[in-house]
T-cell receptor
Framework: DADVTQTPRNRITKTGKRIMLECSQT?????MYWYRQDPGLGLRLIYYSFDVKDINKGEISDGYSVSRQAQAKFSLSLESAIPNQTALYFC?????????????????FGPGTRLTVL | QKEVEQNSGPLSVPEGAIASLNCTYSDRGSQSFFWYRQYSGKSPELIMS????GDKEDGRFTAQLNKASQYVSLLIRDSQPSDSATYLCAVISGYSTLTFGKGTMLLVSP
């Protein structure tokens, strides 16, 4: 079984709809992240969470919100989707230096969700 | 604004050759450095991490770090067609979030 899973894997929706992307992990990591990837723009951080009670905005948080329901679950919502939110979305997890030594903050990615907003 | 710069490529090498991928970063306080491999339409896969100046080898991969020059590189020995992918350099500084370069596309021809 995959360590980091994302649902759905593909989604087509219309402008103005509310969309939720879900991420679950079995790696036991405290830290979770949401990225989007666009051609020519690379990977950009949307939100991140260092534990269940710690949520932080990333580089491009406008138009998005998140919920950390448990250590293993981190959801990304688009409250009112717009076409320029069409992208590939990745969830990632990482451990922290206190327990992992040389693996300090290595991030592991889920398979991604391809979202198209018409 | 923290920046990570990579040549977009494509870098073309023949099978069996050494591929050399380069990355520079702007934040002198950066602490940890990573190389990811990404096949088209797939998620990034961590292949190397390096934290100290010098070389770190893992199989056919060698990561090199020079903090004074703010430069990190990845060497792939005996390149194979299956190594054809986009290679992403990523750097951590400050609040322990990764800043990614836009990636270098590597093409290995048989």
């Amino acid at each position: 079984d995959a360590d980091v899973t994302q649902t759905p894997r593909n989604r087509i929706t219309k402008t103005g709809k509310r969309i939720m992307l879900e991420c679950s992990q079995t790696k036991g990591h405290d830290r979770m992240y949401w990225y989007r990837q666009d051609p020519g723009l690379g990977l950009r951080l949307i939100y991140y969470s260092f534990d269940v009670k710690d949520i932080n905005k990333g580089e491009i948080s406008d138009g998005y919100s998140v919920s950390r329901q448990a250590q293993a679950k981190f959801s990304l919502s688009l409250e009112s989707a717009i076409p320029n939110q069409t992208a590939l979305y990745f969830c990632a997890t990482s451990d922290w230096a206190g327990t992992s030594g040389d693996t300090y903050n290595e991030q592991f990615f889920g398979p991604g969700t391809r979202l198209t907003v018409l | 604004q923290k920046e990570v710069e990579q040549n977009s490529g494509p870098l073309s090498v023949p099978e069996g050759a050494i591929a050399s991928l380069n990355c520079t970063y702007s934040d002198r306080g950066s602490q940890s450095f990573f190389w990811y491999r990404q096949y088209s339409g797939k998620s990034p896969e961590l292949i190397m991490s390096i934290y100290s100046n010098g070389d770190k080898e893992d199989g056919r991969f060698t990561a090199q770090l020079n903090k004074a020059s703010q430069y990190v590189s990845l060497l792939i020995r005996d390149s194979q067609p299956s190594d054809s992918a986009t290679y992403l350099c990523a750097v951590i500084s400050g609040y322990s979030t990764l800043t990614f370069g836009k990636g270098t596309m590597l093409l290995v021809s048989p």
